[in-house]
Nanobody, 114 residues
Framework: QVRLVESGGNLVQPGGSLRLSCAAS????????AGWYRQAPGKERELVAT???????TSAVSVKGRFAISRDKAKNTVDLQMNSLKPEDTAVYYC????????WGQGTQVTVSS
């Protein structure tokens, strides 16, 4: 059974930083495409950043230069370092992995507000 568990969401002021982490069981991130999506209230879920098994990274234009995705094969985790956060980054952030099908975590809330 595949399980993805996110952590690190919080309330932060504009310009601040957060680091999200996703721990997986039942699937190896080293052999899968994994990453992060987010969903703001009233909006559709959107891609934030993903990393393939070969290490290729895809990022949303809105987060390039501010967010960085990384993977630790030994720990089987995928992290998202978020810097220079803006109010429009406020959303529930979901961990994602693709194996035989798509898997999702339960989400972690990120709120950027003064």
């Amino acid at each position: 059974q595949v399980r993805l568990v996110e952590s690190g969401g919080n309330l932060v002021q504009p310009g601040g930083s957060l680091r999200l982490s996703c721990a997986a069981s039942g699937i190896a991130f080293a052999f899968s495409t994994a990453g992060w999506y987010r969903q703001a209230p009233g909006k559709e879920r959107e891609l934030v950043a993903t990393i393939t098994s070969g290490g290729s990274i895809t990022s949303a234009v809105s987060v390039k230069g501010r967010f960085a995705i990384s993977r630790d094969k030994a720990k089987n985790t995928v992290d998202l370092q978020m810097n220079s956060l803006k109010p429009e980054d406020t959303a529930v952030y979901y961990c994602y992995a693709r194996g035989s099908t798509a898997y999702w975590g339960q989400g972690t809330q990120v709120t950027v507000s003064s």
